[in-house]
C-alpha cells in the first residue's frame, strides 16, 4: 500500500525509478559480458564470476521487467476471443484474467494457502528464500572482494538468500500490479492488462505513406 500511496502523490517518481533500474540492470549486464570477451580474448584472463552475475541480472530484469510490462500494459496476448462479447461481460472477462495474474503470484509466492481447498502442496518463493536465509549457502561462483571479508568478517561466497530476495519480493510487487489493473479496468480506467493492437495502430498511423 505504501507503494501505491507514492504513486499516487508522485507518480513519475515510480515510474522513472522503475526505468533506472531496468536501464542499469541492461547496462550492467552489457558492461560485464562486454569485458568480459574483451578480457577473455584480448588478455587471456577474465572474472570466474562474471557469467553467474550476469545470470543473475538477467532475473532481477525479468521480474522487474514483467512488472512495470503490466503497469504499462505491455504484455502481449490474444483478446480476439474475449471482444466478441458484450462490453459488460468483456470487463468482467478483463478482470478475471487480471485477478489470475494474482492468483499466479499468491502460487508462486506461497503454495501452503492451497491445502486450505485439498491441494497437497507446498512450497515457493518464501520457502525457498527462508530455506537459503537459514542455512547460509553461498553461491557458486560469486565471492565477496577481499577488503570486505576482512572489514566486515563476512564469508568467502555471497550468500544466495542476498540475490534470491528478489524472488518473494518480485513476485509480491507483480501481484500488486495485476490488482492495481484489476481496480483500474473496473473503474473504466484500463481496458485490459494485455497491450493494445500494435500492428493495427502501426498501420493506422502509416495508413497514407505510401500514397506520397
Known amino acids: 500500500m505504501t507503494i501505491h500511496v ?3 502523490q508522485w507518480p513519475e517518481v ?3 525509478f522503475e526505468e533506472i533500474v531496468l536501464a542499469l540492470l541492461l547496462a550492467l549486464m552489457t558492461l560485464v559480458s562486454f569485458t568480459q570477451v574483451v578480457a577473455r580474448y584480448g588478455f587471456n584472463t577474465g572474472w570466474g564470476g562474471a ?3 550476469t545470470r543473475l541480472l538477467f532475473a532481477w530484469m525479468i521480474l522487474f521487467g514483467m512488472n512495470y510490462g503490466v503497469k504499462i500494459g505491455s504484455h502481449l496476448g490474444v483478446d480476439a476471443g474475449i471482444r466478441l462479447f458484450p462490453p459488460k461481460i468483456f470487463r468482467v ?3 478475471f484474467g487480471a485477478l489470475c495474474g494474482v492468483l499466479y503470484a499468491a502460487i508462486l509466492i506461497s503454495a501452503d ?3 486450505i481447498f485439498g491441494i497437497q502442496t507446498r512450497g515457493g518463493a518464501i520457502a525457498y528464500w527462508t530455506l537459503n536465509f537459514r542455512t547460509g549457502i553461498g553461491l557458486d561462483d560469486l565471492r565477496y572482494p577481499d577488503i570486505i571479508q ?4 563476512t564469508k568467502e561466497r555471497v550468500q544466495r538468500w542476498i ?5 518473494p519480493t518480485g513476485l509480491a510487487f507483480f501481484a500488486f500490479r495485476c490488482l492495481q489493473a484489476a481496480i483500474a479496468i473496473i473503474k473504466g480506467e484500463r481496458e485490459m492488462m494485455i497491450a493494445a493492437h500494435e500492428a493495427e495502430d502501426l498501420v493506422a498511423e502509416n495508413k497514407d505513406a505510401l500514397k506520397d
Open 113 to 115: 494457502w492451497l491445502q
Open 14 to 16: 515510480i515510474a522513472h
Open 6 to 8: 507514492i504513486e499516487v
Open 163 to 167: 540475490v534470491y530476495l528478489v524472488l
Open 93 to 95: 472477462l478483463a478482470v
Open 51 to 53: 557469467l553467474e552475475f
Open 150 to 153: 576482512h572489514l566486515f568478517g
